[in-house]
T-cell receptor
């Protein structure tokens, strides 16, 4: 089945710096890669996703890049703000019909003011 | 547009007791998922429904867990009897089936039910 590995597990940056979180996946047929942000006690919220027909997607301060050959994708947050502090999860389609998701183990991002 | 609704938000029970969680998906979303999220980990799929049919329940511990989605809208997940290791957040998610083979649809999560088994 699909295996998603995420790193680092924790990341601390100064306000205004950039943050990068990386994920690798095992199934070369995977074609959809979402990123979710989860604040303490809250629901996972989709912040950006990318499908395999593009290599990069941007939404204001957030971008995701995809390298299909190497089977990895990354979340980039620029000009970080304290409200970016949360746990971020990457995901890829599970191998069971590609309808469900297999999640990474999460990255706790702390933005220091 | 209302998001995915779950209740209760918190539940504390003693081991061996039964417990049930309820989920109302986003209106019009025909696919519904139940995930379990252990502390410090990502969500893990328990069961997926397409309309009222459970199409992927391979990760559901069927000796004690059951689920239903009557009429293809709301869903209930039940544990009977609960064990200490069942303590986790139970997340419901829904998506609109694009009906395109091999395409993973965007999933929207509810706030979850935090279960504590004592």
């Amino acid at each position: 089945g699909e295996n998603v590995e995420q790193h680092p597990s924790t990341l601390s940056v100064q306000e205004g710096d950039s943050a990068v979180i990386k994920c690798t996946y095992s199934d070369s047929a995977s074609n959809y890669f979402p990123w979710y942000k989860q604040e303490l006690g809250k629901r996972p919220q989709l912040i950006i996703d990318i499908r395999s027909n593009v290599g990069e997607k941007k939404d204001q301060r957030i971008a995701v890049t995809l390298n299909k050959t190497a089977k990895h994708f990354s979340l980039h947050i620029t000009e970080t703000q304290p409200e970016d502090s949360a746990v971020y999860f990457c995901a890829a389609p599970s191998d069971t019909g590609r309808r469900a998701l297999t999640f990474g183990s999460g990255t706790r991002l702390q933005v220091q003011p | 547009e209302a998001g995915v609704v779950q209740s209760p938000r918190y539940k504390i029970i003693e081991k061996k007791q039964p417990v049930a969680f309820w989920c109302n998906p986003i209106s019009g979303h025909n696919t519904l998922y139940w995930y379990r999220q252990n502390l410090g980990q990502g969500p893990e799929l328990l069961i997926r429904y397409e309309n009222e049919e459970a199409v992927d329940d391979s990760q559901l511990p069927k000796d004690r867990f059951s689920a239903e989605r009557l009429k293809g809208v709301d869903s209930t997940l039940k544990i009977q009897p609960a064990e200490l290791g069942d303590s986790a957040v139970y997340l419901c998610a829904s998506s609109l089936d694009s009906r395109v083979a091999g395409v993973t649809d965007t999933q929207y999560f509810g706030p979850g039910t935090r279960l504590t088994v004592l």
